[in-house]
Antibody, heavy 122, light 110 residues
Framework: EVQLVESGGGLVQPGGSLRLSCAAS????????MHWVRQTPGKGLVWVSR????????TYADSVKGRFTISRDNAKNTLYLQMNSLRAEDTAMYYC???????????????WGQGTTVTVSS | QTVVTQEPSFSVSPGGTVTLTCGLS?????????PSWYQQTPGQAPRTLIY???TRSSGVPDRFSGSILGNKAALTITGAQADDESDYYC??????????FGTGTKVTVL
């Protein structure tokens, strides 16, 4: 069974940093793109970032470009999101999402984790 | 800034049919955008329903179907059930490894 378990969320002051982790199991992690998607309370889903299977390719939404860094450790089956210069508008639930393989990456998101909450407030 | 538009809300009767759409503020949606659809009930993580326009994800009932209607992607629920009452989001692949979610549609079954 595919499982994605996020951790690392919490309360942080504006301008601060936080690193999210996502432990993956039940599939060959290194073969799949992985995504981070966020959702502000009561609002819609927003795609944040993606990384390809070997970690050599990353892309970001304009709203986080230059502040967030996605990475992965395939030996540990773990995905990360380093978030710097956090703003109030980054407050959201952050979901780790399994993407498709290199051959079908354009299909977007497949299996979703349960999310971890990030609150940016003084 | 590309906006992916969806109807804010829809009501459907139990057993009825509803079609949700996913469009672009500028341009049209075709299969080359590989539209996918996600269902989310309150307090839960989203669940993938459809990918690559019309392929159902594993375990998704066949009352959910995807298509292209005119210049938009579409999700049709045929024979709506009470537990289909959810928020539905589409995602489009915009190229170069980037994706954009739609604004979401709240479906009420009553």
């Amino acid at each position: 069974e595919v499982q994605l378990v996020e951790s690392g969320g919490g309360l942080v002051q504006p301008g601060g940093s936080l690193r999210l982790s996502c432990a993956a199991s039940g599939f060959t992690f290194s073969l799949h793109w992985m995504h981070w998607v966020r959702q502000t309370p009561g609002k819609g889903l927003v795609w944040v970032s993606r990384i390809n299977g070997d970690g050599s390719g990353t892309t970001y939404a304009d709203s986080v470009k230059g502040r967030f860094t996605i990475s992965r450790d395939n030996a540990k089956n773990t995905l990360y999101l380093q978030m710097n210069s956090l703003r109030a508008e980054d407050t959201a639930m952050y979901y780790c999402v399994k993407g498709y393989t290199k051959q079908e990456y354009y299909n977007g998101m497949d299996v979703w984790g349960q999310g971890t909450t990030v609150t940016v407030s003084s | 800034q590309t906006v992916v538009t969806q109807e804010p809300s829809f009501s459907v009767s139990p057993g009825g049919t509803v079609t949700l759409t996913c469009g672009l503020s500028s341009g049209s949606v075709s299969t080359s955008k590989y539209p996918s659809w996600y269902q989310q009930t309150p307090g839960q993580a989203p669940r993938t329903l459809i990918y690559s326009t019309n392929t159902r994800s594993s375990g998704v009932p066949d009352r959910f179907s995807g298509s292209i209607l005119g210049n938009k992607a579409a999700l049709t629920i045929t024979g709506a059930q009470a537990d289909d009452e959810s928020d539905y989001y589409c995602v489009l692949y915009m190229g170069s490894g980037t994706f954009v979610f739609g604004t979401g549609t709240k479906v009420t079954v009553l």
